[in-house]
């Protein structure tokens, strides 16, 4: 194989090294800025529902029926009838 040859090839596979190195560092930023948003957008989800929850738990006591003071029930005199260890006869 001719000299120049031979330097022209370990030139290539310099370069293609090179090339190599930066395609894997570019794959290993991308994997880290890809997985911040994903657990940003997670985070701004779960916010999301929390907040979409509160308003509807709002909007759900704001339409009860029981809003305001609960309706009175009247007292009764406890009766031994429904006692279950009276004694019969």
């Known amino acids: 194989m001719n000299r120049s040859t031979f330097d022209a090839v370990a030139a290539f596979e310099q370069r293609l090294s090179d090339v190599l190195r930066d395609v ?3 794959r290993l930023e991308f994997e880290a800025r890809l997985s911040a ?3 940003a957008e997670q985070r701004i ?7 979409h929850v509160d308003k509807l738990a709002g909007e759900i006591v704001g339409r009860s029926p029981l809003r305001g003071p ?6 009764r005199t406890a009766s031994r009838v429904w006692w ?4 019969t006869g």
Do not use: N, S, T
């Open 24 to 26: 894997q560092r570019a």
């Open 37 to 39: 948003a994903v657990a």
């Open 45 to 51: 989800e779960r916010e999301h529902d929390e907040e």
């Open 70 to 75: 609960l309706p009175r029930i009247p007292q």
């Open 84 to 87: 279950p260890f009276r004694r």
